[in-house]
């Protein structure tokens, strides 16, 4: 198994060069030159022997090919370059954000849990009743609702009205609700109904039946037999919903003014910050390909009798 | 064998003609909000008149007024055609661009296909709301800018669905038999394979549609839409947020017109959905 | 020890059993036969108080005198697993299928018995031996790594681990080779020696009734057409439905060849969906 999995981890390493490579293309084929966005920084007459020396130093006269070979060069040593707009290293300043990221991903996910097993158990076990209504006009406003605008609503009211928690910044616990409230309720519209038609069609399972007859305790029943088993399409929707869920942080953080990586790249692709723009996108592509690899490890856990699946 | 039921699987495939009628009536809807959305609007959207800043909605103006005077009914009707018209123009170019290359890449097969099969995975790694913002971040602000962003990251997913039935439909007897016959490649994907993606198609066009509006509407949100003073309901958002307590149907609206579009969307796609199962499984 | 009085089960537009009437005597094995659709399963299910949400039961079942429709709901899970054992047709379906047996096991002795740890392995690897299992290989093994035959076997020791005075089993051998369910048919045979305890088997095969049952009862579309000593109602069915039944069956002498794969497991599936 283990070698297995080395293989794909390995195809997966190659897979993520590949798009690092396509990505440093595409970077440099849009227009607009980081150059120039530096040098208007300062506010001054700018020569064009400024522009040339600059390009120069920065190494955007090589070749493409001999500039994406020198950024995985230096990839090698573990040196993300450095960014045009702080001249501090990529990495020191990823290693930084990325802590917020983290836990406003973490809290959203919490968020979405914490409503939609509930209300996904309710209204499967309370199937057509009005608990299952509420939950299908949940799920369809849910899902038609801007994250920025119900973003921008909560901070109206539990932050200007109520006073209960602070509206913008971050760093603190309070400073983690609003954001993880916001994405965590668009999220859990998609997994209340997946979790009521999987809860659905487990509890349809003979093994279900059969844990029963044995007078084990309903919520036994229920949680591990029946839950246990509709974790699958679960975690798959999980790993399929990872990107989007970071692709939300990214509203959501220039939203709350959260000092994370959503608001950095923005902030990096407005300024041209080629090194940290490049960089990012391999953090991210990489912190997806390892998830996917975790979410597939966990298959053999919820489900023994699958193996590992080499690919 | 297979070549005698192709009349059958022609008629199956293209809906019937009532169906037709109600699967189009929400895009002609939309349509002709936005063809007619000039007419429409009770004044003229982009009309600034200082004096009747952050007015409340009276009888003069239904919705009340903007920051800088301007009607906001009339803004949120012109917005239409903005968020809602850019957003079926993505869709439009998204499938055409997806499916033409997806057929031909799975109909050609190949070294090509290995290639575009990979091209597909990594757009289909980098989430594709991040790789919008990077995207239209880079080429700079604008209408036409982003549609290109969105454009780019929206034709994988119909290129993948559109191969995956192009190297289904391959290996069937019919097109071995086509091929045979020296009909066209060009002519057998349109003729055969495409009438067997149309379905699929359709539907995930029809549920990405809100998903698209969702995404202008923020990326648009957070700067990278189109400039003032054009009327997109994102960025009116975003101009309104400042005043919420003075004038909170700045916010409201604008919101409130994104959220019942894309609800009537999603609920087109499910209808959509559901016609299709039905479908397939009555004739399966 | 177990009575049934007119047991009625139905569902929202038809009533599919009408008013039986059927004792379960102590340490006797009695068949329940009938085509399928004829309601015994569900018999069976409603004595457990299992029957899906959509189905109303009526009547009374009366377990060693005491009324257990009227048992609130955590007594008579108690009666279950512990006083009432089932087996069910679907192998595959008796375990379920990530979690080990011996997990499964355990969760039956911990919800209804007051043994610790240690007494609970032992409990369940001797009731494991009792079948001829390799019990700690199996104890630790999942479902999956067993075959057809060693499942069910599995699932009896399961079913006798509290030494119920009454096992329900639903087609137990409709899902196996005919190899394997005679092995599994003097399982439950040998298990009744040992423990004294009675067997309500439902079965649509005719075949296994003489060998096995004392007394068989023939169901049709909802009611008992017949019952008696089992020799005596298959040598001379009193009843139509009985002897069509008995045309039915391939061979009834109890030394002719069977024919494998009679039964076919998509009718296996279908027959466990009156559980779900």
């Known amino acids: ?311 | ?284 | 020890m177990l009575d049934i009085k007119s047991l009625t089960i139905a569902s929202r537009n038809r009533q599919i059993v009408r008013g039986i009437d059927l004792s379960v005597r102590p340490g006797e094995w009695l068949a329940l036969a009938g085509e399928s659709g004829s309601g015994k399963s569900l018999t069976a299910a409603a004595i457990g108080g299992l029957l899906p949400g959509s189905l109303i039961a009526g009547g009374t079942l009366i377990w060693r005198g005491c009324e257990v429709s009227k048992l609130p709901p955590a007594k008579r899970r108690r009666l279950l697993g512990r006083e009432i054992g089932y087996i069910f047709q679907n192998v595959q379906g008796a375990f379920t299928p990530f979690l080990k047996i011996g997990k499964q096991m355990d969760e039956v002795l911990y919800t209804h018995t007051e043994l610790n740890r240690s007494e609970r392995i032992a409990a369940c690897l001797e009731a494991l031996a009792d079948l001829n299992l390799p019990a700690q290989k199996v104890y630790s093994g999942y479902p999956h790594q067993l075959s057809g035959g060693q499942l069910q076997r599995a699932a009896i020791a399961m079913a006798l681990i509290l030494k119920p005075g009454l096992l329900i089993a639903d087609e137990p051998t409709t899902a196996l080779d005919s190899l394997s369910a005679h092995k599994v048919l003097r399982y439950i045979n040998a298990a009744q020696e040992k423990h004294g305890m009675s067997v309500l088997w439902i079965t649509h095969d005719l075949r296994h009734v003489r060998k096995y049952a004392d007394r068989v009862a023939i169901m049709h579309l909802g009611e008992i057409v017949e019952q008696g000593n089992a020799a005596d109602v298959l040598t001379h069915p009193g009843h139509a439905y009985t002897r069509r039944l008995l045309a039915a069956v391939p061979a009834l002498s109890p030394g002719a060849v069977e024919r494998p794969g009679d039964n076919p497991p998509e009718a296996a599936a279908a027959r466990m969906e009156v559980w779900k």
Not at chain 1, 260 to 282: E, H
Not at chain 2, 174 to 187: I, S
Request: hydrophobic share 50%; with cysteine; aromatic share 10%.
């Open chain 1, 1 to 311: 198994m283990w070698r297995s999995f080395g293989k794909k981890l390995l195809g997966l390493l190659v897979f993520v060069l590949f798009l690092s490579f396509i990505s440093f293309c595409l970077l440099k084929l849009v227009p607009g030159d980081p150059v120039r966005s530096m040098l208007r920084v300062d506010d001054v007459a700018v020569s064009r022997e400024d522009i040339a020396d600059l390009r120069n130093e920065l190494g955007l006269d090589r070749p493409l090919l001999v500039q994406y070979g020198a950024w995985l060069g230096k990839l090698l040593r573990l040196d993300f370059g450095v960014s045009y707009m702080t001249y501090r290293p990529v990495l020191g300043e990823f290693a930084e954000k990325l802590p917020f990221t983290l836990l406003l991903t973490g809290g959203s996910l919490l968020v979405m849990l914490v409503i939609s097993v509930p209300l996904g158990a309710l209204s499967a076990v309370y199937r057509n009743r009005w608990v299952d209504r509420f939950s299908r006009v949940f799920s369809l406003i849910g899902s038609s609702l801007p994250s920025f605008w119900l973003g921008l609503l909560l901070i109206q009211l539990l932050s200007v009205k109520l006073h209960l928690l602070p509206p913008m910044g971050g760093g603190s616990l309070a400073h983690l609700v609003l954001p993880s409230l916001t994405l965590g309720v668009a999220m859990s519209a998609i997994y209340v109904r997946l979790i009521r038609s999987s809860l659905l069609e487990s509890g349809g399972q003979d093994f279900v039946a059969s844990a029963k007859a044995r007078g084990l305790h309903p919520a036994r029943v229920f949680w591990f037999h029946t839950f246990r088993h509709s974790l699958v399409p679960l975690v798959t929707l999980l790993s399929e919903s990872l990107g989007s869920l970071l692709g939300g942080t990214l509203v959501v953080e220039i939203l709350f003014a959260y000092p994370g990586l959503g608001k950095w790249i923005v902030d990096a692709i407005v300024a041209r910050d080629y090194p940290v723009i490049q960089g990012y996108i391999l953090f991210i592509s990489l912190c997806i390909v390892v998830l996917n690899l975790l979410v597939e490890l966990s298959y053999r856990w919820i489900h023994p009798q699958l193996g590992w699946k080499g690919r």
């Open chain 2, 1 to 284: 064998m297979r070549t005698a039921a192709l009349p059958n699987l022609k008629k199956r495939m293209y809906p019937r003609m009532h169906q037709w009628i109600w699967m189009t009536t929400l895009p002609l809807l939309l349509l002709a909000a936005i063809v007619l959305a000039p007419l429409l609007t009770p004044q003229d959207p982009y009309l600034i008149t200082v004096g009747d800043r952050l007015l409340a909605p009276s009888e003069a103006h239904l919705l009340g007024t903007d920051h800088l005077g301007r009607d906001l009914l009339s803004r949120i009707i012109a917005g239409i055609r903005t968020t809602v018209g850019t957003s079926l123009l993505i869709l439009a170019c998204s499938l055409l661009i997806g499916v033409t290359t997806g057929l031909l890449s799975g109909f050609i097969g190949g070294l090509w296909d290995r290639l575009f099969q990979r091209i597909i995975d990594a757009f289909m790694t980098l989430p594709d709301y991040i790789f919008a913002v990077i995207l239209s971040g880079l080429l700079g602000p604008g209408l036409s800018n982003l549609l290109f962003a969105v454009i780019a990251v929206k034709w994988v997913g119909y290129a993948r669905l559109a191969r995956s039935v192009a190297l289904q439909e391959k290996e069937q007897d019919y097109t071995a038999l086509a091929v045979l016959a020296g009909v066209p490649k060009f002519r057998i994907v349109l003729r055969h394979i495409l009438p067997h993606c149309l379905g699929n198609v359709l539907v995930l066009a029809a549920l990405d549609l809100g998903k698209i509006i969702l995404m202008i509407a923020s990326l648009s949100y957070i700067g990278l839409g189109p400039q003032p003073p054009a009327a997109e309901w994102g960025s009116m958002l975003n101009e309104g947020q400042v005043y919420f307590t003075a004038a909170p149907h700045l916010m409201l609206a604008p919101g409130a017109a994104l959220m019942l579009t894309v609800l009537a969307a999603n609920l087109f796609g499910d209808k959509l959905r559901d016609r299709f199962d039905v479908k397939t499984r009555e004739e399966a």
